[in-house]
Antibody, heavy 124, light 108 residues
Framework: QVHLVESGGGVVQPGRSLRLSCAAS????????MHWVRQAPGKGLEWVAV????????FYANSVKGRFTISRDTSKDTVYLQLSNLRVEDTAVYYC?????????????????WGQGTQVTVSS | EIVLTQSPATLSLSPGERATLSCRAS??????LAWYQQKPGQAPRLLIY???TRATGIPARFSGSGSGTDFTLTISSLEPEDSAVYYC??????????FGGGTKVDIK
């Protein structure tokens, strides 16, 4: 079955960097766009970034544009999120999520599978 | 950015009762809206997409309706395990996907 496992979270000082990983299994990774979604403590969900199935395009939320970079390695079935110049307000659980496939020619932009999340805490 | 406003913030109902959750968009999203369920300490779970299509394995007591700017998630007969926070999400502006603030459903 589909499995997404995030790792790489931790406690980091403001201005520092961190790289999150999400290992995928149970499906053909190269056929699916992948996203990162975060959730600050006690708050709602915030979409962060997407990378297309072939890695050709990436898009980011305005709140992280220029500081975060999403990438993927098809040989490892893994998607990454590089977090740079971290701020206190980036503190959150970071989830990776698979974009559902409705039709090979139509993008869905909904999330049918999620990982368990990895906690990132930015604090001095 | 499309803002999604969910109401009420909290809903407290008894098992067997009907729950009606609302999601209002700041501009039309056509039918491109999904609903997710999130239980404490768990990742969200997709319930409904394209406003009214149930995702795989979702019980029939969950239904969605609406188009344009006004959407409803209905749970026809609440079960104790339906206690959770429910979020809506739009995808018409795919470069800036957004979620609503959530509705918490408490089962008395």
């Amino acid at each position: 079955q589909v499995h997404l496992v995030e790792s790489g979270g931790g406690v980091v000082q403001p201005g520092r960097s961190l790289r999150l990983s999400c290992a995928a299994s149970g499906f053909s990774f190269s056929n699916f766009a992948m996203h990162w979604v975060r959730q600050a403590p006690g708050k709602g969900l915030e979409w962060v970034a997407v990378i297309w199935s072939d890695g050709s395009h990436e898009f980011y939320a305005n709140s992280v544009k220029g500081r975060f970079t999403i990438s993927r390695d098809t040989s490892k079935d893994t998607v990454y999120l590089q977090l740079s110049n971290l701020r206190v307000e980036d503190t959150a659980v970071y989830y990776c999520a698979r974009e559902m496939s409705l039709d090979p020619s139509v993008r869905a932009y909904y999330f049918d599978y999620w990982g368990q999340g990895t906690q990132v805490t930015v604090s001095s | 950015e499309i803002v999604l406003t969910q109401s009420p913030a909290t809903l407290s109902l008894s098992p067997g009762e009907r729950a009606t959750l609302s999601c209002r968009a700041s501009q039309s999203v056509s039918i491109y809206l999904a609903w997710y369920q999130q239980k404490p300490g768990q990742a969200p779970r997709l319930l409904i997409y394209d406003a009214s299509t149930r995702a795989t394995g979702i019980p029939a007591r969950f239904s969605g309706s609406g188009s344009g700017t006004d959407f409803t998630l209905t749970i026809s007969s609440l079960e104790p395990e339906d206690s959770a926070v429910y979020y809506c999400q739009q995808r018409i502006n795919w470069r800036a996907l957004t979620f609503g603030g959530g509705t918490k459903v408490d089962i008395k």
